[in-house]
């Protein structure tokens, strides 16, 4: 029995035509008929380290019966010169977080995954509280369980007000151990008293977990990581869901 959180997960690894880059995580969101792949938008291109793929492979369950099957899923960044993912901006500039649409018919008959949808996004930033408890689930350093092909999960939990945007950003703070690798990944909470609605994911999605975030200030031989990540808050997705 496979819990459906873990197969809201993909692994993401970026391409250079054939040359493997990075890797990194990503999850499901379904809107309607239409399915699309959510990470970190530093994933597919970030200025700062020059990276710049030009496709996409993600690991796919085939079935449920076996779940050692799994097969790989390319997908083109760029078509006809122009990037095919979509992404956002706010008041405060780019949000770190691209959503890439997932062309159905080519999946695999028998693929199996999970998806969020609108109905898993938070209806109110007054229904989190600081210090609720999360999971991040991805694939910290490309880790997880190679026969299964599963994610793990993290716990975090949220380390600002989640009512206020870190510092004016689109953020805000989990406190958590991450790892690079889990760019992209859900930052789920749980749902106390969830309905129908919810079908077997009863999980309010929060966030993308982007990057770990610490202080310049910080002496490296004396003081510890804060061990502080910034989580993009997951109604952006409705925006770049919009046809």
Do not use: C
């Amino acid at each position: 029995m496979i819990e459906p959180l873990l197969l809201t997960a993909a692994r993401v690894t970026t391409f250079n035509d054939q040359q493997s880059l990075t890797n990194a995580s990503g999850f499901y969101f379904k809107r309607d008929k239409r399915l699309f792949l959510v990470t970190s938008r530093h994933v597919v291109y970030d200025e700062l380290s020059r990276h710049f793929p030009n496709r996409i492979e993600i690991e796919l369950h085939i079935g449920l019966r076996d779940v050692s099957q799994s097969t790989g899923f390319s997908m083109p960044l760029y078509r006809n010169g122009r990037r095919v993912w979509r992404e956002g901006t706010d008041s405060a500039g780019k949000v770190d977080v691209a959503m890439i649409e997932i062309n159905r018919p080519a999946l695999p008959e028998n693929v199996a995954y999970r998806a969020f949808t609108p109905r898993h996004l938070s209806d109110g930033f007054e229904n989190v509280e600081a210090g609720t408890s999360l999971l991040v689930v991805g694939f910290p350093l490309g880790f997880h369980d190679t026969l299964h092909h599963m994610p793990i999960v993290r716990h975090a939990v949220v380390a600002s007000s989640f009512g206020l945007r870190f510092e004016g950003e689109g953020y805000f703070l989990t406190d958590g151990r991450t790892h690079r690798g889990s760019s992209g990944a859900p930052v789920v909470a749980r749902v106390a008293s969830p309905d129908a609605s919810y079908d077997d994911l009863p999980w309010m999605l929060l966030g993308v977990h982007s990057a770990r975030i610490d202080v310049s200030t910080r002496d490296h031989n004396l003081d510890e990581a804060l061990g502080l990540n910034s989580a993009w808050y997951a109604d952006i997705l409705m925006k770049l869901s919009e046809k």
